[in-house]
T-cell receptor
Framework: DQQVKQNSPSLSVQEGRISILNCDYT??????FLWYKKYPAEGPTFLIS?????DKNEDGRFTVFLNKSAKHLSLHIVPSQPGDSAVYFC????????????????FGTGTRLKVLA | DGGITQSPKYLFRKEGQNVTLSCEQN?????MYWYRQDPGQGLRLIYY???????QKGDIAEGYSVSREKKESFPLTVTSAQKNPTAFYLC????????????FGAGTRLSVL
């Protein structure tokens, strides 16, 4: 049962245009959401996050939108640059109720973004 | 410089052998995690730990074991019971009691000889 889904395995965008990456989740107990960027054979790098009490968070060229009723989040990159080409993972987190409060992080399968010069 | 160190970067396992992947952090984080990455499958949670001497199974714990004897260290053993161990393994840590981003190590690539 995949609790976090990224239905688009790949996305190509022209340099300077907007990149929109999507993510859906099923567990309504998730209350913190994150986006990571990853290059091959390296650890993921944190990009931006959003708490469930917000519906938007911006950091420079990156904006994350959260639609709780649809259980959907998206990452917008504007403008897209060739250096943004990587695999992007969304992750959802919530407190593990079987322990005394550790956050458990579930990741999607990733979307490979290619920004064309 | 604070961070997470994984070693070795590359590891080879022979049939029937147990191997241990090292993960050390100097971020003073309480919680530590192990993930496995396979092509097209994203990151899957193997084990996680919130405090010393305590850990929980993730979604794919079978064939793996962990220990948490020190706050800084969370080694993962891939046992001979894990029939398909070839993957990229990632260790991560976070502050336990508030929601915050995971910090990741650079990963260990495990292959079977």
């Amino acid at each position: 049962d995949q609790q976090v889904k990224q239905n688009s395995p790949s996305l190509s965008v022209q340099e300077g245009r907007i990149s929109i990456l999507n993510c859906d989740y099923t567990n309504s107990m998730f209350d913190y959401f994150l986006w990571y960027k990853k290059y091959p054979a390296e650890g993921p790098t944190f990009l931006i996050s959003i708490s469930s009490i917000k519906d938007k968070n911006e950091d420079g060229r990156f904006t994350v939108f959260l639609n709780k009723s649809a259980k959907h989040l998206s990452l917008h990159i504007v403008p897209s640059q060739p250096g943004d080409s990587a695999v992007y993972f969304c992750a959802a987190s919530g407190k593990d109720r079987t322990t005394s409060g550790t956050y458990k992080y579930i990741f999607g399968t990733g979307t490979r973004l290619k920004v064309l010069a | 410089d604070g961070g997470i160190t994984q070693s070795p970067k590359y590891l080879f396992r022979k049939e029937g052998q147990n191997v241990t992947l090292s993960c050390e952090q100097n971020l003073n984080h309480d919680a530590m995690y192990w993930y496995r990455q396979d092509p097209g499958q994203g990151l899957r949670l193997i084990y996680y730990s919130q405090i010393v001497n305590d850990f929980q199974k993730g979604d794919i714990a079978e064939g793996y074991s962990v220990s948490r004897e020190k706050k800084e260290s969370f080694p993962l053993t891939v046992t001979s019971a894990q029939k398909n161990p070839t993957a990229f393994y990632l260790c991560a840590s976070s502050i336990r009691v508030v929601a915050g981003p995971l910090d990741f190590g650079a990963g260990t690539r495990l292959s079977v000889l």
